[in-house]
């Protein structure tokens, strides 16, 4: 039987939808596979750099077993901490999986406690100063020290002259209150009134926070924090007072301050040691697709065993 012209037409228009139909479901299910691929590529890669994140993690813990190792060590064989012992000796980078992982150990008494103005009587006054002095090194105002001895203190009056407590701070955008109570980060000093970002960043390598009260090692303290433990000791005198503990460190607080009195200064042993039982071990991990750098505080006993107090990380 002869097929109609119209018949021809409509067959022909059939024809064509059904062509353009699959041609549809083609490109949709190409696009689909491409959509799954990439999605796939995504995971992988994201999958890469968890496992390689993780993979640093375990290498920082790795260097964290080594400071603590040396620091158990040191305790056995010496009665004084100082920068030319074993545990002070930095870890050159070390090659691993495409990448390398180094470190070193901070001996955080070095440094002073900002935590330790929240004492009462001597002991607080003698941190207090010591910080003002510090602050006067680095040319910040002394101001800071009042405001920072009432963040600290327990209550919500204001007990020093240019001190700060609730009002100082609700204020402030975002409003805030004051802590009135110890530090758990030298971070937290950027919340004090008067504390400013540049002015955090030039005393922060001097300062830390322990969870609690602890002397200066006179044997690992840098020259700054030398200065503002030693009432008017002058930068070229700190540097002397460095040079005479080269080697083998200060035996004591007494052979330390009999070198400051040599020097025609006087300082009080209050505060003052020449061992230390905290320290930081830091480790920087690198790997093709990832950064670690991880910190651990360590808290050394008498038996030299030491124990992590806190860890923090950082990656990218």
Same mark, same amino acid.
């Not at 390598?205 to 030693?230: E, F, G, H, K, R």
């Given at each position: 039987?002869?097929?109609?012209?119209?018949?021809?037409?409509?067959?022909?228009?059939?024809?064509?939808?059904?062509?353009?139909?699959?041609?549809?479901?083609?490109?949709?299910?190409? +696009?689909?596979?491409?959509?799954?691929?990439?999605?796939?590529?995504?995971?992988?890669?994201?999958?890469?750099?968890?496992?390689?994140?993780? *993979?640093?993690? *375990? #290498?920082?813990?790795?260097?964290?077993?080594?400071?603590? $190792?040396?620091?158990?060590?040191?305790?056995?064989?010496?009665?004084?901490?100082?920068?030319?012992?074993?545990?002070?000796?930095?870890?050159?980078? @070390?090659?691993?999986?495409?990448?390398?992982?180094?470190? #070193?150990?901070?001996?955080?008494?070095?440094?002073?406690?900002?935590?330790?103005?929240?004492?009462? $009587?001597?002991?607080?006054?003698?941190?207090?100063?010591?910080?003002?002095?510090?602050?006067?090194?680095?040319?910040?105002?002394?101001?800071?020290?009042?405001?920072?001895?009432?963040?600290?203190?327990?209550?919500?009056?204001?007990?020093?002259?240019?001190?700060?407590?609730?009002?100082?701070?609700?204020?402030?955008?975002?409003? #805030?209150?004051?802590?009135?109570?110890?530090?758990?980060?030298?971070?937290?000093?950027?919340?004090?009134?008067?504390?400013?970002? !540049?002015?955090?960043?030039?005393?922060?390598?001097?300062?830390?926070?322990?969870?609690?009260?602890?002397?200066?090692?006179?044997?690992?303290?840098?020259?700054?924090? @030398?200065?503002?433990?030693?009432?008017?000791?002058?930068? $070229?005198?700190?540097?002397?007072?460095?040079?005479?503990?080269?080697? +083998?460190?200060?035996?004591?607080?007494?052979?330390?301050?009999?070198?400051?009195?040599?020097?025609?200064?006087? $300082?009080?042993?209050?505060?003052?040691?020449? +061992?230390?039982? #905290?320290?930081?071990?830091?480790?920087?991990?690198?790997?093709?697709?990832?950064?670690?750098?991880?910190?651990?505080?360590?808290?050394?006993?008498?038996?030299?065993?030491?124990?992590?107090?806190?860890?923090?990380?950082?990656? !990218?």
């Amino acid at each position: 039987m002869p097929v109609s012209p119209g018949s021809s037409v409509r067959l022909q228009s059939q024809a064509g939808i059904a062509l353009i139909t699959a041609l549809l479901v083609v490109a949709l299910t190409t +696009t689909a596979a491409a959509a799954l691929l990439s999605r796939q590529q995504i995971d992988v890669a994201r999958t890469e750099n968890l496992l390689n994140s993780e *993979q640093g993690y *375990q #290498y920082g813990l790795g260097v964290e077993i080594w400071a603590a $190792g040396l620091l158990a060590a040191d305790r056995k064989t010496s009665n004084t901490d100082h920068l030319h012992e074993p545990w002070a000796t930095k870890l050159d980078p @070390v090659a691993i999986d495409g990448g390398a992982v180094s470190g #070193y150990t901070v001996d955080m008494q070095g440094r002073l406690n900002l935590n330790n103005l929240a004492q009462s $009587g001597e002991n607080g006054a003698i941190a207090k100063e010591r910080f003002e002095r510090l602050l006067g090194v680095i040319g910040a105002p002394l101001a800071i020290a009042d405001a920072l001895a009432d963040w600290l203190d327990a209550d919500s009056e204001m007990r020093n002259p240019h001190g700060a407590e609730d009002e100082a701070y609700l204020g402030e955008k975002p409003p #805030y209150r004051a802590a009135n109570g110890m530090l758990v980060s030298v971070t937290e000093l950027r919340l004090v009134k008067g504390v400013t970002n !540049e002015l955090y960043q030039a005393v922060a390598p001097y300062v830390t926070v322990l969870p609690v009260a602890t002397s200066v090692n006179v044997n690992t303290a840098p020259i700054p924090v @030398v200065m503002s433990i030693i009432p008017g000791l002058s930068e $070229g005198e700190a540097k002397s007072l460095a040079g005479a503990r080269e080697k +083998t460190g200060f035996a004591s607080v007494e052979e330390f301050l009999a070198e400051v009195s040599f020097l025609g200064r006087t $300082g009080n042993a209050l505060g003052l040691a020449v +061992t230390s039982d #905290y320290f930081q071990a830091r480790a920087d991990v690198s790997l093709p697709r990832a950064r670690v750098q991880l910190t651990s505080l360590l808290q050394r006993s008498a038996s030299g065993l030491p124990r992590v107090i806190l860890r923090s990380e950082a990656g !990218e």
